[in-house]
């Protein structure tokens, strides 16, 4: 990460998820070209689906879990399967989410770029977040995903979200710039989630507009996400 706006990025980003920008892994890119192994068995996926309806009122925890596994005709102690306890109901989220993105928004006009894309995609991941009901209690997801045990998945899943939009959005290049761009737009996407968390204006506009800002930056740093959010504007 040698460019000033991944400089930038990183120094923006909360020093939680800093590793990830750092990362210098192998580029695990994204392709359709082979099935997609289910990720949860059906009871854990059941259980999980169910507690997160309880979510809003009861927060991630194991009440939530317990919950879900009674709603789901499974006794207490299925709870059990969830080593990881109230972080495999914050993965969840994260993978359902991530994994659904493709179904809730299509591009049907082929002239709309690729940035234009990115904002799209940004925004309806942000809006299931309060279409769930999950914003107001978003704030404890990331005290999860932040101790120590659960950083290197968490990191993986925005890493992998990263990846998913970059591919949604038609930018398929498997170069050098893949690098950069993961980690421009997993540093844009942390920060503006973490921002939507405090967002107290009318239908979160204020995310918006912050979100607009941080895409603003890449466009106006150019040469940096190549065939992204640069050298086209991000308004709708």
């Not at 020093?15 to 192994?37: G, N, V």
């Not at 969840?92 to 770029?113: A, C, H, T, W």
């Not at 942390?190 to 239908?203: G, L, M, P």
């Amino acid at each position: 990460m040698s460019s000033p706006m991944a400089l930038r990025t990183l120094l923006r980003t909360p020093p939680a998820l800093r590793p990830l920008l750092l990362q210098t892994s192998r580029a695990a890119y994204h392709s359709y070209d082979h099935a997609e192994q289910p990720v949860y068995r059906e009871a854990e996926r059941t259980i999980l689906s169910s507690a997160l309806a309880h979510v809003p009122t009861h927060g991630f925890t194991q009440e939530a879990l317990t919950l879900g596994a009674k709603d789901s005709g499974y006794l207490d102690v299925s709870t059990n399967l969830f080593r990881k306890g109230t972080f495999d109901l914050v993965k969840y989220y994260l993978v359902s989410q991530r994994m659904g993105l493709k179904d809730r928004i299509q591009f049907p006009d082929e002239n709309i770029g690729v940035g234009r894309k990115v904002r799209g995609l940004i925004l309806e991941r942000l809006r299931a977040n309060v279409d769930t009901g999950i914003v107001t209690r978003w704030q404890e997801a990331l005290a999860i995903m932040s101790l120590a045990d659960n950083i290197p998945a968490s990191l993986r899943e925005l890493g992998a979200l990263a990846d998913e939009m970059w591919f949604l959005a038609g930018d398929t290049s498997v170069d050098s710039s893949w690098y950069t761009k993961r980690a421009s737009l997993s540093g844009v996407y942390a920060a503006t989630e973490i921002f939507q968390t405090t967002d107290q204006s009318t239908e979160f506009r204020d995310t918006e507009q912050f979100l607009d800002r941080r895409l603003e930056e890449l466009r106006t740093v150019g040469g940096t996400v190549s065939g992204g959010c640069t050298g086209e504007s991000t308004a709708e």
